[in-house]
């Protein structure tokens, strides 16, 4: 963690990267602490696009009502490409100075972080992470802004496709996103009592899904729920569709792709409250001098965690939790 005193008068706030339920929580929450610490806090619209633009308005309280509730962030997201090069930082660097802004805090995942370490070792602007991503995938915390809100998203889906599955004997492939992380696969399938899963972590082949499907119309299940990640091992959930159903005709095979469903709608409780958390915690942070971490919660502790640590170290679900995710699947 890196620590050095400087005075935090002026802090700039923007999200990046994919927007995920709870940031405007976060974005309440720096804006609401600064304001009682007696600091000013900027919104830069359009993450690092907008920094770049010049795409800054002073926040007020009166700002941040009524978005609590919201999905989606009131500053908007992008990704910037022009931001990757040394010309679009300087350009992003003269905007903060323009505007007196002292100190960063950038809501979101691996690229936003990665950016604003770059950032910072070539212009020393003091900055804190939030983990803003549904993927669940960033070391350093237990879990992210906007992970709970798209489990429940895709449980209630779930739930639903389950009563036609259940009526029509049929065999529902489920893909949910998770590209390089299966996090929102395994709770989903543990939350919606799914026959199994596919995910990133867990190396499968189309025999071992067909045996475990196999195994399921021996103890006479008439139908079944496979949640699968974007990033599984065997492919495409359009192609896993075909491969099944040239291996097994007992079931009639579907697929539901349940896709940005899961990045929008209300936050739950849980991401309201991780958010308000963190975004307080961040402010404090600035003010105590710490800079180039990610604040998150670890055992419902605030911890910070240095950028380098939570980019580059890989967060997995643990051995135990998918071997009891199999069991009760069966």
Same mark, same amino acid.
């Given at each position: 963690?890196?620590?050095?005193?400087? =005075?935090? !008068?002026?802090? $700039?706030?923007?999200?990046? $990267?994919?927007?995920?339920p709870?940031?405007?929580?976060?974005?309440?929450a720096?804006?609401?602490?600064?304001?009682?610490?007696?600091l000013?806090v %900027?919104?830069?619209?359009?993450g %690092?696009? $907008?920094?770049?633009?010049?795409?800054?308005?002073?926040?007020? @309280? +009166? #700002?941040?009502?009524?978005?609590?509730?919201?999905?989606? @962030?009131? &500053?908007?997201?992008?990704?910037?490409?022009?931001?990757?090069?040394?010309?679009?930082?300087?350009?992003?660097? #003269?905007?903060?100075? /323009?505007?007196?802004?002292d100190?960063?805090?950038a809501?979101?995942?691996?690229?936003?972080? *990665?950016?604003a370490?770059?950032?910072?070792? =070539?212009?020393?602007?003091?900055? +804190?992470?939030?983990?803003?991503?549904?993927?669940?995938?960033l070391?350093? *915390?237990?879990?992210?802004?906007?992970?709970?809100?798209?489990?429940? *998203?895709?449980?209630?889906?779930?739930?639903?496709?389950?009563? *036609?599955?259940?009526?029509?004997?049929?065999?529902?492939?489920?893909?949910?996103?998770?590209?390089?992380?299966? %996090?929102?696969? &395994?709770? @989903?399938?543990?939350?919606?009592?799914?026959?199994?899963f596919?995910?990133?972590e867990?190396a499968?082949?189309?025999?071992?899904l067909? #045996?475990?499907?196999?195994k399921a119309? !021996?103890?006479?299940? &008439?139908f079944?729920l496979?949640?699968?990640? /974007?990033?599984?091992?065997?492919?495409?959930?359009?192609?896993?569709s075909?491969?099944? /159903? =040239?291996?097994?005709?007992?079931?009639d095979?579907k697929? @539901?792709?349940?896709?940005?469903?899961?990045?929008?709608?209300?936050?739950?409780a849980? #991401?309201?409250?991780?958010?308000?958390?963190?975004?307080?915690?961040?402010?404090?942070?600035?003010? =105590?001098?710490?800079?180039?971490?990610?604040?998150g919660v670890?055992?419902?502790?605030?911890?910070?965690t240095?950028?380098?640590?939570?980019?580059?170290?890989?967060?997995?679900?643990t051995?135990?939790? +998918?071997?009891?995710?199999?069991?009760?699947?069966?």
């Amino acid at each position: 963690m890196t620590e050095g005193k400087k =005075e935090i !008068k002026r802090i $700039g706030v923007f999200t990046s $990267g994919g927007d995920a339920p709870g940031m405007n929580a976060a974005i309440r929450a720096v804006v609401r602490a600064a304001n009682f610490y007696d600091l000013h806090v %900027y919104g830069i619209h359009r993450g %690092y696009e $907008g920094m770049i633009d010049g795409e800054i308005k002073r926040l007020e @309280t +009166i #700002d941040t009502a009524n978005i609590i509730q919201r999905g989606g @962030t009131i &500053l908007k997201t992008a990704r910037s490409m022009r931001f990757m090069s040394p010309e679009g930082r300087k350009m992003a660097y #003269d905007n903060l100075i /323009e505007n007196d802004i002292d100190a960063l805090v950038a809501i979101g995942g691996n690229g936003t972080f *990665t950016g604003a370490q770059v950032f910072l070792n =070539e212009y020393g602007i003091p900055t +804190i992470g939030l983990p803003g991503t549904i993927d669940n995938d960033l070391y350093g *915390t237990d879990y992210t802004i906007g992970f709970d809100t798209a489990v429940n *998203t895709a449980v209630q889906a779930v739930d639903k496709i389950r009563d *036609t599955a259940d009526s029509h004997n049929r065999l529902f492939l489920i893909e949910v996103m998770g590209r390089h992380s299966g %996090y929102i696969a &395994l709770h @989903t399938a543990i939350g919606s009592g799914a026959s199994t899963f596919l995910i990133p972590e867990q190396a499968t082949s189309i025999d071992g899904l067909v #045996d475990k499907i196999k195994k399921a119309l !021996k103890r006479k299940k &008439l139908f079944g729920l496979v949640i699968i990640a /974007e990033g599984n091992h065997i492919g495409e959930t359009m192609d896993i569709s075909k491969m099944l /159903e =040239e291996r097994t005709t007992d079931y009639d095979v579907k697929v @539901t792709i349940i896709g940005h469903l899961q990045r929008g709608g209300s936050p739950s409780a849980y #991401d309201r409250m991780l958010a308000s958390r963190l975004g307080h915690q961040a402010v404090v942070a600035l003010m =105590e001098g710490k800079y180039n971490v990610m604040a998150g919660v670890v055992n419902d502790q605030v911890v910070f965690t240095d950028f380098e640590q939570a980019i580059k170290n890989k967060k997995e679900p643990t051995q135990d939790l +998918i071997k009891m995710a199999e069991i009760l699947g069966m």
